[in-house]
């Protein structure tokens, strides 16, 4: 059953230089139980997706197009129907760990808080729950943690309690914004089993720039100057990619010949009217200066190319 459905998003930010569109035409759809990595380059608009899906950019960005939620519209809920959508329905693990918490409040009472607020759990019940995740995150001493200000704790840690939070609710989408980030190859490996073990039965959406992290879901949807450059299912994509783009990324992989993408991804190409990546790509021609459309190659596999 499809539980995200996203047609023709894009949001535009308002700047001291004019508009700025940070995502533009986006087309995806999520289907309940299923994983998807969105993979990129800081900038590319990743995070902004995320954001837009639970509608949290509205104060400061003009938003364009449609998110359905099981076939309601986001973008025309009320507020009380919003703020029961976020947490149960779809929960938020924030990119920032040691900055997404109250610095005031103890860890465990803000994920009583949240349990609380979805109305799970009351008092010494929601207290309970708490704990409980603490220890499903891998947490050995689960109320000292409970008891700890987030500012006592590691990145790695607040990282695995904003995961405790998140699904202490059991929501139906989980949207992961960079959940490995600064993590060494180990301590990501532990948390990244745990994410997908914690959150059995959800729906994922992954926000990350790392191509291991995104191996471990079923499909990798590839994001490039706010634009889908390339989609398909994880063990195609990773390894048969069609856009040069996503090549340049595998191969800039420690474990492949870990050879730089040349130039650099520019805010500016995100108004380029022809392909995005052309000023980049080694197999740019004349063609390449009008815009491609994201075309379907096969089941469940789509590429924006001139030359795929």
């Known amino acids: 059953m499809m539980l995200l459905c996203i047609r023709n998003l894009s949001v535009t930010f308002d700047t001291l230089r004019g508009p700025f569109r940070a995502i533009e035409g986006i087309d ?3 289907y309940e139980g299923e994983t998807l990595a969105i993979v990129g380059e800081s900038g590319c608009g990743k995070s902004v997706l995320g954001h837009a ?19 309601q519209e986001v973008y025309s809920m009320e507020k009380s129907e919003l703020l029961n959508l976020r947490g149960k329905s779809i929960s938020l693990v924030p990119q920032s760990p040691s900055t997404s918490f109250n610095p005031v409040l103890k860890v ?3 994920i009583k808080e949240i349990i609380e607020k979805d109305r799970i759990d009351k ?3 929601a207290k309970k729950r708490a704990i409980d995740f603490l220890a499903k995150a891998g947490f050995s001493d689960p109320l000292s943690i409970y008891n700890s200000y987030p500012h006592q704790l ?15 609710v059991e929501p139906e989408l989980i949207i992961a914004d960079e959940p490995t980030k600064g993590l060494d190859a180990l301590s990501r490996k532990s948390l990244l089993a745990m994410l997908h073990e914690m959150a059995q039965g959800a729906s994922m959406i992954m926000i990350t720039h790392d191509l291991k992290a995104a191996a471990t879901c079923r ?10 450059v390339e989609e398909g299912r994880t063990s195609n994509l990773l390894n048969s990619p069609k856009h040069f783009y996503t090549q340049g990324l595998l191969e800039a992989q420690p474990s492949r010949a870990m050879l730089p993408i040349k130039g650099r991804h520019t805010l500016l190409s995100h108004n ?7 000023e980049r790509c080694d197999a740019a021609d004349e063609m390449c200066k009008n815009h491609p459309v994201l075309r379907r190659r096969d089941v469940m596999e789509w590429v924006r190319c001139h030359h795929a």
């Open 53 to 71: 899906i639970m509608r949290l950019l509205d104060d400061i960005a003009t938003v364009d197009g449609s998110v359905k939620y099981k076939g």
């Open 154 to 168: 590691s990145g790695g840690m607040c990282e695995r309690a904003l995961i405790a939070m998140a699904v202490s």
């Open 108 to 110: 465990g009472e803000q």
């Open 272 to 278: 380029d009217i022809g392909c995005r990546f052309r």
């Open 219 to 228: 499909r990798v949807t590839v994001m490039y100057s706010g634009e889908i």
């Open 28 to 30: 995806l759809d999520l």
């Open 123 to 125: 008092g010494p019940a």
